[in-house]
């Protein structure tokens, strides 16, 4: 199969999963062809088009070929799924909506968006990379805990919840996966996602960092925002306070967290992941 990607740059570090993803597609043996703004190059020949994030809907609208759109936060929260809805009303050649948590899925059916246009869209983790080399939490030390440096992150709040916290990302230097997971697989016992509503109403969609420290067997202190919730029963949910986040960590097992680790290997994994999006791809364009 002949799978395009629309996408506003590639291979982006904060969109990680979008590269994992089309190298699982390639290494199934399809043929993944990439669009970029600066780059574009000609799609019309594909099967399938994958679209990550709403706010390059028109791009791949654009190509004639029938395509999924996967909104994920900053595309659709602050806009109340604006844009999304402008694609599903007046694009011919969306074919499906693709959810990548339960809350993304109850809110387009709030915003009117029909059910039978959304699919299941799980994002792909590097679980190869973030694969714990030891089943044990026992000599490291550290309690994790970054990203991007924009509000809905929440650092200052993780900042003030625990100090001593070893930052990733932010202002600091942004670390390439394998030097990420390596120094998380040394050091990190607990990572501290710390989350909020930021005041433009952005909010995660459900954070990679989150998703590859389980991959590792961490434990997990965070707040309960957006996609985040499907992850009941993994980690350790607290309100979005100094205080409660600090008592959430203190509390937490130092036992390696296997429940979390099996599930994003199964749920993320890119196989399962690329054979997800030929399956979307197959019954949308093929009835």
């Known amino acids: 199969m002949k799978i395009g990607y629309v996408c506003a740059a590639f291979p982006a ?21 990439v669009s970029t703004l ?52 007046t694009h011919r050649n969306l074919v499906a909506v693709g959810c990548i948590s339960s809350y993304h899925r109850e809110r387009y059916v709030t915003w009117g968006i029909p059910e039978d246009l959304l699919v299941d869209y799980p994002v792909a983790i590097d ?14 030390e550290f309690v994790g805990c970054g990203g991007r440096d924009v509000p809905k992150k929440g650092l200052p709040l993780a900042w003030e919840a625990w100090p001593a916290a070893w930052m990733f990302g932010g202002k600091r230097e942004w670390l390439e996966p394998k030097q990420l997971a390596s120094t998380i697989e040394r050091n990190i016992w607990c990572w501290l996602n710390a989350s909020v509503v930021a005041p433009d109403r952005d909010q995660d969609g459900l954070p990679c960092l989150v998703l590859e420290n389980l991959s590792l067997g961490r434990r997990v202190a965070t707040t309960k925002v957006a996609g985040l919730r499907d992850l009941d029963g993994l980690v350790t949910f ?18 390696f967290n296997f429940a979390g680790m099996r599930y994003v290997q199964n749920r993320h994994c890119p196989s399962t992941v ?5 399956k979307v791809a197959t019954e949308r364009t093929w009835q």
Not at 132 to 137: G, I, M, Q, R, V
């Open 274 to 278: 690329a054979e997800n999006v030929v």
């Open 13 to 33: 570090p904060s969109e990680s999963w979008i590269r994992v993803e089309a190298d699982a597609l390639k290494a199934a043996g399809h043929e993944v062809r």
């Open 38 to 89: 600066d780059k574009p190059r000609l799609l019309t020949t594909c099967n399938f088009l994958v679209c990550h994030f709403a706010t390059l809907a028109g791009f791949a609208n654009s190509y004639a070929v029938p395509y999924v759109l996967i909104p994920h936060a900053r595309d659709i929260w602050p806009d109340d799924g604006a844009q999304l809805k402008r694609a599903v009303l």
């Open 238 to 255: 607290a309100d979005p306070t100094p205080e409660a986040l600090r008592k959430a960590i203190e509390n937490e097992p130092r036992d």
């Open 127 to 140: 679980v190869k990379t973030f694969s714990a080399k030891e089943c044990t939490l026992a000599g490291r």
